[in-house]
């Protein structure tokens, strides 16, 4: 069975860093375009990352400058270093994944979540 599988939450004070993982577990072919999302309480999941499998990535303004989104395709994990960490980062983070399947034969793209990671940034 497929699984992301997340880690590197924590609480950190303003200012600090955290570096998260996402590792994909079971056999796929493949993975696409991967991503980071986060969502904090009373708020909508909002996109803080994506990387193509080429290397191409994308960041919501709110993260630029601050975050890395990096992945390692030979091991299947997806990363995100959070540097300069603000109390507004505080959210639970969500990694996804388009992922290329071998079902019964034939190749398949589906699309999974991580079961999410908290973050807690204290002023």
């Known amino acids: 069975q497929v699984q992301l599988v997340e880690s590197g939450g924590g609480l950190v004070q303003a200012g600090g860093s955290l570096r998260l993982s996402c590792a994909v577990s079971?056999?796929?072919?493949?993975?696409?375009?991967m991503g980071w999302y986060r969502q904090a309480p009373g708020k909508q999941r909002e996109l803080v990352a994506s990387i193509t499998s080429g290397g191409s990535t994308n960041y919501a303004d709110s993260v630029k400058g601050r975050f890395t989104i990096s992945r390692d395709n030979a091991k299947n994990t997806m990363y995100l270093q959070m540097n300069s960490l603000k109390p507004e980062d505080t959210a639970d983070y969500y990694c996804?994944?388009?992922?290329?399947?071998?079902?019964?034969?034939?190749?398949?793209?589906?699309?999974?979540w991580g079961q999410g990671t908290q973050v807690t940034v204290s002023s």
């Open positions: 079971g056999s796929i072919l493949s993975s696409n375009i």
């Open positions: 996804n994944a388009d992922l290329w399947l071998n079902v019964a034969g034939t190749t398949r793209l589906h699309n999974y």
